[in-house]
C-alpha cells in the first residue's frame, strides 16, 4: 500500500499531512505534479504540462489498496474502479455509489458556465478541515492495513 497524490493543486498542509502519516505507517508517499510544481518529496513525479498528464501517471502508478488524494472526480472514479481508496484534501471519501451523482452535478455545472452562468468557487480553507483530513486519512490507513493483514 502506499499513498498517491495528485499534487497539482493540493493545500501544503494536506501534503504534510499525508508525509507525516506516511512516516507514522511506513508507508511510501508518491506525489504526481507537473513540472511547474515545485514540491519536496523523496518520491515525486514530475509529469508535462498537458491537461490530463497527472491523471495519466496517477492511474498507472496506483494498484488496488493504494490510497489516492485527489480534488478530480472524474479520477477519482476511475481509481475507484481500480479498488483504490480515494480521498479529496478536505477530507472526504469518494464513494461507489455517489461518484456517478457527483460527475452528473460537474457536467451540469459545466454546462451552465459554458452557457454564461456562475457558479461560487472554493472556500478559503480552515484548520477544520485540516483535522477533518487528517483524521479520515488516518482511518482510511487503519482500515486498509487491516484489510491487507486479513489477506
Known sequence: MKIVIDADACPRAVLQTCFSLGKKYALPV???ASFEHCIDSENHLIVGND???SDIKLMNITEAGDIAVTQDWGLAAMLLGKRVRCLNPAGRLYDKGKIDFMLEERNLKFRH???GGRTRGPRKRSREQDHKFAAILERAIQEQLAIDIDS
Open 30 to 32: 508518491w506525489t504526481v
Open 113 to 115: 458556465r459554458r452557457g
Open 51 to 53: 491537461p490530463q498528464a
